[in-house]
């Protein structure tokens, strides 16, 4: 068995390490999600915003996209990637669009942040072990 086809310690460790953000990147607006389904409410601190499923539409389809990009991720496929970003972003439209109080309690820059740090957590891997990525 040659060297090139099991991967490196130091990119298993990246892959996970990255694996396991994305995973609660993923995780804990699904569980806001499903309660604020189950209650009517989606709450973010002190703001309580009313909501029904026709208003939470376009973030329960970025959640789905957004375990699509993990499981994918998970499998090592580039595409995996791309698409947690594409979810998060599309979060970001559903918010923008849906449920603009969100940003009431949270500022524009920790969005920014976010994002930095999203893109990085899941670009990272993929480019510094290209080979690794399919």
């Known amino acids: ?31 806001d999600n499903i309660r604020a389904l189950m209650s009517g409410a989606l709450v973010m601190g002190e703001l309580s915003i009313p909501v029904t499923p026709g ?13 699509v990009g993990l499981v994918l991720f998970f ?5 995996g990637a791309y698409v947690s970003i594409g979810a998060h972003t599309l979060g970001l439209v559903a918010t923008v669009t849906q449920t603009p109080e969100m940003f009431d309690v949270m500022p524009p820059a920790v969005v920014g942040v976010f994002f930095v740090v999203l893109v990085a957590i899941t670009l990272g891997p993929v480019l510094a072990f290209k080979d690794q990525y399919t």
């Open 1 to 31: 068995m040659s060297d090139s086809s099991s991967p490196s310690k130091a990119a298993r460790i990246l892959h996970w390490v990255a694996f396991v953000f994305l995973f609660l990147m993923i995780a804990q607006p699904t569980v």
């Open 55 to 67: 208003k939470m539409a376009l973030h329960l389809l970025a959640m789905g996209v957004g375990w």
């Open 75 to 79: 499998r090592k496929k580039k595409l």
